[in-house]
C-alpha cells in the first residue's frame, strides 16, 4: 500500500468514532487522530454531562413536589459538589468503551496530536508525517462567543467550562434562548439557583413549533426561571465583588454567574485547510450532498461542515461518509429534516417538517393531527400530562413529521421518526398495537383519530357508512 493507511480521520468525536469503527470492519487500516480528548463535545462536554444534571435536578424536583402525589419530604438538601462528581463518574464509565485503549483493541490506530494537513494525502501530527488514501475531517464546533461590549473582561461560562464548576451561582443569568440555554437554565434553578433567561428573539426554542416553545417557557416560569424576551445583550460589566450586570432589551440583570449559549461555531482554523485546497468558510468545510469536499480523496461529516449539529446526525454522517468514499455507489448523506430532542422537563422532541415547512412546501395538501397529553392514560398517572403530540400528514395520509411534548417525549418520538424517513402512512401507524398503558398507545390514538377521520370523509365516507348500515 503507497499509504500508511487506508483512511485517516481527524477528529474522535461522534462523527469521528462512528466512522473509524465502520471502516475497521470493512477491513480497512484507520487511523483515528485527536488533539483532546477521544469522545468529543459528547461525552466531555455536551450530551453526557448535560442529561446527568438533568436527571439530578429532576430528582431534586420530584423530592421538592412530591407532596402532590402524597409522598411528602420537603425542600431538597443539594450537595452541588457531589452532583458534579457523579456527573464525572458517569462520563468516565461512558469513556472507557471509546478510550484510546478500548479503540486500538478494536484495530483502530489511535494517535493522540493535533493534526495539520501538508498536502492532500498527508498530514503532519507533532513530528511525524501520516499518509492515508483517504481523510475524513470531524473536527466539531465549539461554543460561540458573540462580540457583547465587556463580556471579553468578564468571567462567563460556556457549556464547555460549565462541568469545571465546584460551586453553584446563587443567581445564574443565561443568555440564549436554545436547548443547552433552557436545558442548563430549568436544571440550576432546580438546584438552588435563581435563573434569569434573556433572548433577543420573543421566544425561546425558535427551531421548534410555536405551541412547544410556549409549552417549555411556561414550564421554565412555573419552576421559578426568569425569561426575559425581545431583550438582545447590549452589554455585560462585572463589579469588584464578583457580581456581574447584563445590560439586555434597555434593562439590568444583576447576578454572580453568568453562562453564554447562543450557538456553536465549527472547527475549521488550525488543522491546514488551505494547503490541502480545502474550500471552507465560517460556516464550516464545503461538502456536497455526499459529505465529499472540493477535493475529491478528503471528506468531511458533523458539525464541521455547519447546518445540524446533533452527535446523532453527526454519528450518521460518519458513517454515511465511509460508505460513501468505500463501497460502490453512493448515499446522500445531509437530510433536511433529522429528529431532534430538547431534555428540558417536559421534553420537546421532533421529527421530519414542522407545520409551517409542511404549508411552504405542500400547500393546503397538509394535515394537522394533535392529542393533548392529558388524553394519554400514562401521562395521566405519572402525573406528567403537560405537552401533547403533533403530527404533520398529506391528504393521503403520509406522515411528514411530528412534535411530541411531555415526559419522555424522545423516546415517544422514536415511531414517528420511522414512519416519517420510511414514508408510512397514518393508517400504518395506527395498525401497528402498542402496549398500554404507554406513551406509544398515545401515538396510536392520535394516528386511529386521523386514519379513521380520513376513511370517513367525502365519497369513501358516505360509502363505508352505506356499506355499515
Same mark, same amino acid.
Given at each position: 500500500?503507497?499509504?500508511?493507511?487506508?483512511?485517516?480521520?481527524?477528529?474522535?468525536?461522534?462523527?469521528?468514532?462512528?466512522?473509524?469503527?465502520?471502516?475497521?470492519?470493512?477491513?480497512?487500516?484507520?487511523?483515528?487522530?485527536?488533539?483532546?480528548?477521544?469522545? =468529543?463535545?459528547?461525552?466531555?462536554?455536551?450530551?453526557?454531562?448535560?442529561?446527568?444534571?438533568?436527571?439530578?435536578?429532576?430528582?431534586?424536583?420530584?423530592?421538592?413536589?412530591?407532596?402532590?402525589? !402524597?409522598?411528602?419530604?420537603? $425542600?431538597?438538601?443539594?450537595?452541588?459538589?457531589?452532583?458534579?462528581?457523579?456527573?464525572?463518574?458517569?462520563?468516565? *464509565?461512558?469513556?472507557?468503551?471509546?478510550?484510546?485503549?478500548?479503540?486500538?483493541?478494536?484495530?483502530?490506530?489511535?494517535? $493522540?496530536?493535533?493534526?495539520?494537513?501538508?498536502?492532500?494525502?498527508?498530514?503532519?501530527?507533532?513530528?511525524?508525517?501520516?499518509?492515508?488514501?483517504?481523510?475524513?475531517?470531524?473536527?466539531?464546533? #465549539?461554543?460561540?462567543?458573540?462580540?457583547?461590549?465587556?463580556? #471579553?473582561?468578564?468571567?462567563?461560562?460556556?457549556?464547555?467550562?460549565?462541568?469545571?464548576?465546584?460551586?453553584?451561582?446563587?443567581?445564574?443569568?443565561?443568555?440564549?434562548?436554545?436547548?443547552?440555554?433552557?436545558?442548563?437554565?430549568?436544571?440550576?434553578?432546580?438546584?438552588?439557583?435563581?435563573?434569569?433567561?434573556?433572548?433577543?428573539?420573543?421566544?425561546?426554542?425558535?427551531?421548534?413549533?410555536?405551541?412547544?416553545?410556549?409549552?417549555?417557557?411556561?414550564?421554565?416560569?412555573?419552576? =421559578?426561571?426568569?425569561?426575559?424576551?425581545?431583550?438582545?445583550?447590549?452589554?455585560?460589566?462585572?463589579?469588584? *465583588?464578583?457580581?456581574?450586570?447584563?445590560?439586555?432589551? &434597555? *434593562?439590568?440583570?444583576? &447576578?454572580?454567574?453568568?453562562?453564554?449559549?447562543?450557538?456553536?461555531?465549527?472547527?475549521?482554523? =488550525?488543522? &491546514?485547510?488551505?494547503?490541502?485546497?480545502? $474550500?471552507?468558510?465560517?460556516?464550516?468545510?464545503?461538502?456536497?450532498?455526499?459529505?465529499?469536499?472540493?477535493?475529491?480523496?478528503?471528506?468531511?461529516?458533523?458539525?464541521?461542515?455547519?447546518?445540524?449539529?446533533?452527535?446523532?446526525?453527526?454519528?450518521?454522517? !460518519?458513517?454515511?461518509?465511509?460508505?460513501?468514499?468505500?463501497?460502490?455507489?453512493?448515499?446522500?448523506?445531509?437530510?433536511?429534516?433529522?429528529?431532534?430532542?430538547?431534555?428540558?422537563?417536559?421534553?420537546?422532541?421532533?421529527?421530519?417538517?414542522?407545520?409551517?415547512?409542511?404549508?411552504?412546501?405542500? !400547500? =393546503?395538501?397538509?394535515?394537522?393531527?394533535?392529542?393533548?397529553? $392529558?388524553?394519554?392514560?400514562?401521562?395521566?398517572?405519572?402525573?406528567?400530562?403537560?405537552?401533547?403530540?403533533?403530527?404533520?400528514?398529506?391528504? %393521503?395520509?403520509?406522515?411528514?413529521?411530528?412534535?411530541?411534548?411531555?415526559? %419522555?417525549?424522545?423516546?415517544?418520538?422514536?415511531?414517528?421518526?420511522?414512519? &416519517?424517513?420510511?414514508?408510512?402512512?397514518?393508517?400504518?401507524?395506527?395498525?401497528?398495537?402498542?402496549?398500554?398503558?404507554?406513551?406509544?398507545?398515545? %401515538?396510536?390514538?392520535?394516528?386511529?383519530?386521523?386514519?379513521?377521520?380520513?376513511?370517513?370523509?367525502?365519497?369513501?365516507?358516505?360509502?363505508?357508512?352505506?356499506?355499515?348500515?
Amino acid at each position: 500500500m503507497p499509504f500508511d493507511y487506508n483512511l485517516a480521520i481527524i477528529g474522535a468525536g461522534s462523527a469521528g468514532l462512528t466512522a473509524a469503527r465502520f471502516a475497521t470492519r470493512l477491513g480497512k487500516r484507520v487511523a483515528l487522530i485527536e488533539a483532546n480528548r477521544v469522545g =468529543g463535545d459528547c461525552t466531555w462536554t455536551g450530551c453526557v454531562p448535560s442529561k446527568a444534571l438533568l436527571h439530578a435536578a429532576r430528582v431534586a424536583h420530584t423530592i421538592r413536589t412530591g407532596g402532590t402525589l !402524597g409522598v411528602r419530604a420537603g $425542600e431538597p438538601e443539594v450537595d452541588f459538589p457531589a452532583v458534579m462528581r457523579r456527573i464525572r463518574n458517569v462520563i468516565e *464509565e461512558i469513556y472507557a468503551a471509546e478510550s484510546p485503549d478500548a479503540l486500538r483493541a478494536e484495530g483502530i490506530g489511535v494517535i $493522540e496530536g493535533r493534526a495539520r494537513f501538508e498536502d492532500a494525502h498527508t498530514v503532519a501530527v507533532g513530528d511525524r508525517s501520516i499518509s492515508a488514501k483517504y481523510f475524513l475531517i470531524c473536527t466539531g464546533a #465549539s461554543p460561540f462567543v458573540p462580540p457583547i461590549p465587556g463580556l #471579553s473582561e468578564t468571567p462567563y461560562l460556556t457549556y464547555e467550562n460549565f462541568w469545571r464548576l465546584e460551586s453553584l451561582p446563587q443567581r445564574l443569568i443565561v443568555i440564549g434562548g436554545g436547548p443547552i440555554g433552557c436545558e442548563l437554565a430549568q436544571a440550576c434553578q432546580r438546584l438552588g439557583s435563581s435563573v434569569t433567561l434573556v433572548e433577543a428573539l420573543d421566544r425561546i426554542l425558535p427551531n421548534d413549533e410555536p405551541e412547544a416553545a410556549r409549552t417549555v417557557a411556561e414550564a421554565l416560569r412555573r419552576d =421559578g426561571v426568569d425569561l426575559r424576551f425581545g431583550a438582545p445583550v447590549e452589554s455585560v460589566r462585572s463589579g469588584e *465583588e464578583g457580581g456581574i450586570t447584563v445590560s439586555a432589551g &434597555g *434593562e439590568d440583570v444583576e &447576578g454572580d454567574g453568568l453562562l453564554v449559549a447562543v450557538g456553536r461555531r465549527a472547527n475549521v482554523d =488550525g488543522i &491546514g485547510l488551505e494547503k490541502a485546497g480545502i $474550500e471552507h468558510s465560517r460556516a464550516g468545510i464545503t461538502v456536497d450532498d455526499y459529505l465529499r469536499t472540493s477535493v475529491k480523496n478528503i471528506y468531511a461529516a458533523g458539525d464541521c461542515v455547519g447546518g445540524f449539529q446533533f452527535t446523532h446526525y453527526a454519528g450518521y454522517q !460518519g458513517a454515511m461518509a465511509v460508505r460513501n468514499m468505500l463501497l460502490p455507489g453512493r448515499s446522500r448523506a445531509r437530510p433536511e429534516h433529522p429528529p431532534w430532542a430538547t431534555f428540558t422537563d417536559p421534553e420537546v422532541a421532533h421529527s421530519g417538517y414542522t407545520e409551517k415547512q409542511a404549508r411552504e412546501q405542500f !400547500g =393546503g395538501n397538509v394535515r394537522v393531527s394533535t392529542l393533548p397529553m $392529558e388524553s394519554v392514560d400514562r401521562a395521566v398517572t405519572d402525573d406528567a400530562d403537560e405537552g401533547f403530540i403533533k403530527v404533520v400528514s398529506r391528504d %393521503n395520509g403520509t406522515v411528514l413529521g411530528a412534535t411530541v411534548v411531555g415526559r %419522555n417525549a424522545a423516546e415517544a418520538l422514536q415511531g414517528w421518526a420511522i414512519a &416519517g424517513q420510511h414514508g408510512l402512512k397514518m393508517g400504518d401507524v395506527a395498525r401497528a398495537m402498542q402496549a398500554y398503558p404507554s406513551l406509544g398507545t398515545g %401515538n396510536q390514538q392520535v394516528a386511529w383519530d386521523a386514519y379513521v377521520d380520513g376513511l370517513t370523509r367525502g365519497f369513501m365516507g358516505r360509502l363505508l357508512r352505506w356499506l355499515a348500515r
